[in-house]
């Protein structure tokens, strides 16, 4: 069903996106995967479609933050990844205990599971390609210990492909560091696949499908509509066509959909939030922000104040020269 809320995990299921899979398939056997999109474009569909043709494992980090989570989520992992390819997948992993299809990790009768040795073990006899999404929100020293694992990986396991993805495209090329001399992947080569929003024409055709599937006959106009609240982002379609489909009036979804992005803004500083409001009024240039900001808040902003903001903002995705990437977000800020 087109219009479920979780990510799709099969090539059957996914709307498009044949060209990203084609440059993902091509690139099986390098060591390095960067995939970039603004949160609901469909990076997580993309990728778990990717690992059906591939031997592989999905970890998702999002909201990792202990060692305790990062076990879980791997364990998580490699539950599906069992699931998919079965017992002999995991058969001779020291560390790695399948009971039925969960997974208990237990790293050579330590506690501490090493993200390096466990890639090498599972890449040992065959190409592995493991996926780690959302990885820009990990703190440190998970974050430091992944980006070393990526780095010894990239060097020394010849069989085996990372792909690191994330949301907040600035922090996500931050992570991985490849311009930073301090970071351990600095001046690696590595692949870019980005995940763009559909195009109009697309996006008219996601609705149109999502609708037909589940039996509900809507006129070309709710079809628009949805196209010119959302755009064409799928994450955003889906949450429009579901709610249509239950027979929600079109202002209580949009109602709903702005207090779901508002909630996703509450991680902002106060800073931030003053900015975001400047531009959702429409400000598009650093002087009109500043303005802008200074008015409402009858305060002087240091200039390097408000450019630390600025650049924040554009690291998380949330806007891109003074405009925003998602028109859900700019509804938020403009309340
Ligand atoms: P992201 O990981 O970028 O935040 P997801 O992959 O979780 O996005 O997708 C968000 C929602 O949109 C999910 O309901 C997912 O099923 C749907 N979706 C995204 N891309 C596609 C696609 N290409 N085809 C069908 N559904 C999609
Ligand atoms: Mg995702």
Known sequence: MLFDPRPKASRGELFDREKELKILDDSVGKPLIVVAGIRRVGKSSLLMSFLENWRGVYVDLRDVRTRADLYRKLSEGLSGSLRRLGEGFLSHIRGVRAMGLEVELKWKGTDS????????????????????????????????????????????????????????????KDFVGVDNPESPLFGRYYTEVRVERFPRSLSMEFLERGFKEAGS???????????????????????????????????????????????EMEKLS??????????ARGARSWAEVRRAVEESSGAVIPKSALTRAVRRLEKLSVIQGYQFLDPVYERAARR
Do not use: C, H
Request: proline share 3%; glycine share 8%.
């Open 270 to 279: 106060d800073r931030e939030k003053q900015v975001v409001k400047a531009i």
């Open 217 to 263: 006959g809507v006129s070309e106009d709710v079809v628009e509509r949805g196209v010119e609240l959302f755009d064409g982002i799928p994450g955003w379609l889906v949450y429009y066509g579901m709610a249509v489909v239950e027979g929600r009036d079109m202002d209580e979804i949009l109602e709903s959909a702005v207090s779901l992005a508002e909630a």
């Open 113 to 172: 599971v090493s993200i390096s040795g466990l890639v090498e073990e599972l890449s040992a006899e065959e190409r592995t390609v493991f996926v780690f999404d959302e990885v820009q929100g990990l703190r440190p020293p998970l974050s430091l210990e992944l980006r070393n694992a990526v780095s010894y990986v990239y060097d020394n396991v010849p069989n085996s492909t990372v792909v690191l993805s994330g949301s907040e495209i600035g922090l996500l």
